[in-house]
């Protein structure tokens, strides 16, 4: 796994700095740009990182961006407590608040939050964030302090803790994680222990389309992810995940299943990511593929026909945004059983919280049943990883038709399929370029 | 005397206003451009000219050199903005024309409240109701269908199939950026129109001039510094927009180069090149004001000497 000290794709390989003084760098348009800037440095190699004061952390290999290993399920890490940010004593009574959450917008049903105000007698300030880049450079840059985040993931994790955004979490207090939570999740590889997380919402990336608009049936194709690269016919009605991340790694998951082998979705192989990047440039000319994440609204007004979708948009879409004459069957959903991608966003709690015990109240509140049943099916759209829910329950409530099946994601499912997780500074680039090509048209 | 250090003094606040939120605000973008960032991908600004880090630029400049991919969503966004404004003026100037001139009584009270009305309702909303409108079965798309502009643009290729206005098309963009930065054109030129002295137009018809040709010799010079005015007070916003190719379009072959600065700035790990992106366009920017500005310059000495 490469890490801050090793070269980054973009250095200026041959390109020193006294033949930049000398006028020698390459085009005239570039000795135009650099006269004037004669004496600068070049680089775009990252400043810092390399372990440092975030070492202390580190309790198995250190490696990765900002000093600390990158967690992989084959490379579990157990987030180390420090003298100086310990969790909470056993028993203590929740604060009086107010609790300050930090969340994606419409991610927590209103009503959920005015009944955790009425049973603890405090009040719930919600502020969002449009990004997790947004919400992380924000917390470490001290602009904003949270008692609890919302809706980061495994691939946030190194980040806040990296920059010692997180307060390790006690136990006691979070009775409903081992009552109602999947025992794969109550101990996710990316913390082991829980020790800073408990999970929030689960999904899986696969293929949502109109089963009354498209003649090929998609779940019974051989390589279901073939028909984006055969959608001629739906020219303009085709959208694509806008997230670097989950979109250039669907053309991954293609090429693996029809190799019949298991790609690695968070590589840094600038081949693979590369040819990601120009088989995504193909469906531009293809289908005219528009890159969006608005799924959940195209797909039942019938102005997309065919999406790459998160699970959870698609369950979202069925309940609530269906239009009036239009059958939630109409949807359908596919992803792969192994392979994939499924992924989890968490809850946490701020380090400099002024309320922990309501904190933590908060989150146990959450990992209740009926509390996260009702979140789920009044506002969110996307499942809890509760022992208790599943797609039988769904659809026998009537919730989901049986063509969403698929859409609910299950526990086996993290064993078989991968979560995109953090990548070194180094492969985040290789990322960002490959989709910043592909963006450009 | 002291009415010039009473104009100074009056004139302080918006200075200060000026250097704090614009040439400071502008000065931390160059600071990024000339940066780098740290191992957690977040910018680090270089204030100091003699630490600027020319790596980003350089990249950029590259690309562009090589014919990548900034210089495809650059030239994209030239194509873009030169057409729609060509199609803003084709529409705004005979609107101002009228407005300005023919427009007498109480008609001129209601042209120019039309003029104006665009702005009562807020741009992305203007926009979002076009989502609706160009829909398959909006009233806008019947509408095209009904008077054959539809038919016309499929047989251009300017549009892939009937009802597809949403389907990612580039005319569509068009269409919504002349759509939305339209009244910014018209009333600089309504101003521009109305300020010529209608001596000037009835001395050229007493020499001989049909109205074509006193338009053409007369009206047409003079509202030249409208133009201008109105074309970079559209063309300005139409350079950076972003938010209507989103919307509108979506697919990769609309983005424009505000597009390409959103997503790299917004997240990701290459915000110090979308820092240097904002500064190339700038610097686009910047030669079209000073273009602008001479050529009012010259047309004011023009008007002066005759």
Same mark, same amino acid.
């Given at each position: 796994?490469?890490?801050?000290? $090793?070269?980054?794709?973009?250095?200026? @390989?041959?390109?020193?700095?006294?033949?930049?003084?000398?006028?020698?760098?390459?085009?005239?348009?570039?000795?135009?740009? *650099?006269?004037? !800037?004669?004496?600068?440095?070049?680089?775009?190699?990252?400043?810092?990182?390399?372990?440092?004061?975030?070492?202390?952390?580190?309790?198995?290999?250190?490696?990765?961006?900002?000093? !600390?290993?990158?967690?992989?399920?084959?490379?579990?890490?157990?987030?180390?407590? #420090?003298?100086?940010?310990?969790p909470?004593?056993?028993?203590?009574?929740?604060?009086?608040?107010?609790l300050r959450v930090y969340n994606y917008?419409?991610y927590i049903w209103?009503?959920l939050v005015?009944?955790f105000?009425?049973?603890?007698?405090?009040?719930v300030?919600i502020?969002?964030y449009?990004?997790a880049?947004?919400a992380i450079?924000?917390l470490?840059?001290?602009?904003?302090?949270f008692d609890v985040i919302i809706g980061l993931s495994g691939?946030n994790i190194?980040?806040l803790l990296?920059?010692?955004l997180l307060l390790p979490l006690n136990h @006691?207090y979070l009775t409903n994680l081992e009552?109602n939570i999947w025992?794969?999740l109550q101990?996710p590889?990316y913390d082991?222990?829980a020790r800073y997380t408990v999970p929030y919402v689960v999904?899986?990336?696969?293929?949502?389309?109109?089963?009354?608009?498209?003649?090929?049936?998609?779940?019974?194709?051989? *390589?279901?992810?073939?028909?984006?690269? /055969?959608?001629?016919?739906?020219?303009?009605?085709?959208?694509?995940?806008?997230?670097?991340?989950?979109?250039? @790694? $669907?053309?991954?998951?293609?090429?693996? $299943?029809?190799?019949?082998?298991?790609?690695?979705?968070?590589?840094?192989?600038?081949?693979?990511?590369?040819?990601?990047?120009?088989?995504?440039?193909?469906?531009?000319?293809?289908?005219?593929?528009?890159?969006?994440? #608005?799924?959940?609204?195209? !797909?039942?007004?019938?102005?997309?026909?065919?999406? /790459?979708?998160? @699970?959870?948009? *698609?369950?979202?879409?069925?309940?609530?945004? $269906?239009?009036?004459?239009?059958?939630?069957?109409?949807?359908?959903?596919?992803?792969?059983?192994?392979?994939?991608?499924?992924q989890n966003d968490f809850l946490c709690i701020g380090r400099?919280t002024?309320s922990p015990a309501l904190a933590h109240a908060f989150l146990d509140f959450l990992l209740d049943?009926?509390n996260a049943?009702?979140n789920f *099916?009044?506002?969110n759209?996307y499942i809890p990883p509760q022992?208790?829910?599943?797609?039988?329950?769904?659809?026998?409530?009537? !919730?989901?038709?049986?063509?969403?099946?698929?859409?609910?994601?299950?526990?086996?499912?993290?064993?078989?399929?991968?979560?995109?997780?953090?990548?070194?500074?180094?492969?985040?680039?290789?990322?960002?370029?490959?989709?910043?090509?592909?963006?450009?048209? | 005397?002291?009415?010039?250090?009473?104009?100074?003094?009056?004139?302080?606040?918006?200075?200060?206003?000026?250097?704090?939120?614009?040439?400071?605000?502008? =000065?931390?973008?160059?600071?990024?451009?000339?940066?780098?960032?740290?191992?957690?991908?977040?910018?680090?600004?270089?204030?100091?000219?003699?630490?600027?880090?020319?790596? =980003?630029?350089?990249?950029?400049?590259?690309?562009?050199?090589?014919?990548?991919?900034?210089?495809?969503?650059?030239?994209?966004?030239?194509?873009?903005?030169?057409?729609?404004?060509?199609?803003?003026?084709?529409?705004?100037?005979?609107?101002?024309?009228?407005?300005?001139?023919?427009?007498?009584?109480?008609?001129?009270?209601?042209?120019?409240?039309?003029?104006?009305?665009?702005?009562?309702?807020?741009?992305?909303?203007?926009?979002?109701?076009?989502?609706?409108?160009?829909?398959?079965?909006?009233?806008?798309?019947?509408?095209?269908? &009904?008077?054959?502009?539809? %038919?016309?643009?499929?047989?251009?290729?300017?549009?892939?199939?009937?009802?597809?206005?949403?389907?990612?098309?580039?005319?569509?963009?068009?269409?919504?950026?002349?759509?939305?930065?339209?009244?910014?054109?018209?009333?600089?030129?309504?101003?521009?129109?109305?300020?010529?002295?209608?001596?000037?137009?009835?001395?050229?018809?007493?020499?001989?001039?049909?109205?074509? &040709?006193?338009?053409?010799?007369?009206?047409?010079?003079?509202?030249?510094?409208?133009?201008?005015?109105?074309?970079?007070?559209?063309?300005?916003?139409?350079?950076?927009?972003?938010?209507?190719?989103?919307?509108?379009?979506?697919?990769?072959?609309?983005?424009?180069?505000?597009?390409?600065?959103?997503?790299?700035? %917004?997240?990701?790990?290459?915000?110090?090149?979308?820092?240097?992106?904002?500064?190339?366009?700038?610097?686009?920017?910047?030669?079209?004001?000073?273009?602008?500005? %001479?050529?009012?310059?010259?047309?004011?000495?023009?008007?002066?000497?005759?």
């Amino acid at each position: 796994m490469p890490g801050v000290g $090793m070269p980054h794709p973009r250095d200026r @390989s041959g390109l020193t700095r006294r033949q930049l003084l000398q006028g020698a760098a390459g085009s005239a348009l570039a000795i135009g740009g *650099v006269g004037a !800037l004669a004496g600068c440095e070049n680089t775009t190699t990252p400043i810092g990182g390399g372990g440092g004061v975030n070492s202390k952390f580190v309790e198995a290999r250190p490696l990765g961006p900002g000093g !600390l290993p990158l967690p992989r399920p084959d490379y579990a890490i157990t987030w180390a407590i #420090t003298p100086d940010n310990k969790p909470i004593p056993d028993g203590r009574k929740p604060e009086r608040g107010p609790l300050r959450v930090y969340n994606y917008a419409d991610y927590i049903w209103p009503g959920l939050v005015k009944r955790f105000e009425k049973k603890y007698g405090t009040k719930v300030q919600i502020a969002t964030y449009n990004s997790a880049d947004e919400a992380i450079a924000k917390l470490a840059a001290g602009a904003v302090t949270f008692d609890v985040i919302i809706g980061l993931s495994g691939s946030n994790i190194v980040n806040l803790l990296a920059q010692q955004l997180l307060l390790p979490l006690n136990h @006691s207090y979070l009775t409903n994680l081992e009552k109602n939570i999947w025992p794969e999740l109550q101990d996710p590889f990316y913390d082991r222990g829980a020790r800073y997380t408990v999970p929030y919402v689960v999904w899986s990336d696969g293929i949502g389309w109109r089963n009354d608009k498209l003649k090929e049936d998609v779940a019974a194709m051989d *390589v279901p992810w073939d028909i984006f690269w /055969h959608a001629q016919p739906y020219r303009g009605k085709v959208g694509l995940l806008d997230d670097k991340r989950d979109a250039l @790694s $669907m053309p991954m998951q293609r090429d693996a $299943m029809h190799a019949g082998t298991r790609p690695d979705l968070n590589t840094e192989d600038p081949v693979i990511v590369a040819k990601a990047g120009r088989d995504l440039e193909q469906l531009t000319s293809i289908c005219n593929i528009k890159v969006t994440i #608005t799924d959940y609204q195209t !797909l039942p007004e019938g102005k997309t026909w065919l999406h /790459h979708s998160w @699970s959870g948009d *698609v369950v979202g879409a069925a309940i609530y945004y $269906m239009p009036k004459g239009v059958k939630p069957d109409v949807l359908s959903y596919w992803a792969p059983d192994k392979n994939g991608v499924v992924q989890n966003d968490f809850l946490c709690i701020g380090r400099r919280t002024k309320s922990p015990a309501l904190a933590h109240a908060f989150l146990d509140f959450l990992l209740d049943e009926k509390n996260a049943y009702d979140n789920f *099916v009044q506002q969110n759209g996307y499942i809890p990883p509760q022992k208790q829910i599943d797609a039988d329950l769904l659809i026998k409530q009537g !919730l989901i038709p049986k063509t969403l099946t698929g859409a609910v994601t299950r526990p086996d499912q993290f064993a078989f399929n991968q979560e995109l997780l953090q990548l070194s500074v180094r492969g985040e680039r290789l990322w960002d370029d490959a989709w910043s090509k592909f963006k450009a048209g | 005397m002291t009415s010039r250090w009473t104009w100074r003094f009056l004139a302080l606040p918006g200075v200060v206003w000026l250097s704090l939120f614009f040439i400071v605000a502008f =000065y931390a973008v160059i600071a990024v451009a000339f940066g780098n960032q740290d191992s957690f991908s977040q910018p680090v600004p270089f204030w100091n000219p003699l630490d600027w880090n020319v790596g =980003y630029v350089l990249d950029v400049l590259r690309d562009i050199w090589h014919g990548g991919q900034y210089l495809t969503v650059f030239l994209r966004t030239f194509a873009f903005v030169a057409i729609a404004m060509a199609v803003s003026l084709a529409i705004g100037y005979p609107v101002a024309y009228f407005a300005a001139r023919h427009a007498h009584g109480k008609w001129g009270g209601i042209v120019l409240l039309a003029l104006v009305l665009p702005f009562w309702i807020n741009y992305l909303m203007r926009m979002l109701a076009w989502i609706n409108l160009l829909s398959p079965d909006g009233w806008a798309t019947r509408l095209l269908h &009904s008077i054959g502009i539809e %038919r016309l643009f499929i047989s251009l290729g300017l549009l892939s199939s009937r009802g597809g206005w949403l389907d990612g098309q580039e005319s569509t963009v068009i269409f919504a950026l002349v759509y939305g930065y339209v009244p910014f054109l018209i009333l600089p030129l309504y101003a521009s129109l109305d300020r010529i002295d209608q001596r000037h137009i009835e001395a050229a018809r007493d020499l001989g001039a049909s109205p074509f &040709s006193g338009f053409l010799r007369v009206t047409l010079p003079l509202s030249r510094p409208g133009i201008l005015a109105g074309a970079v007070l559209t063309a300005l916003p139409m350079f950076g927009d972003y938010y209507t190719p989103d919307l509108v379009c979506a697919a990769p072959k609309c983005n424009m180069i505000g597009n390409q600065i959103d997503q790299l700035t %917004r997240q990701g790990s290459e915000k110090v090149t979308g820092a240097v992106l904002t500064i190339a366009l700038a610097v686009v920017l910047l030669v079209l004001m000073i273009y602008y500005l %001479r050529a009012t310059r010259r047309a004011g000495k023009e008007a002066a000497e005759a």
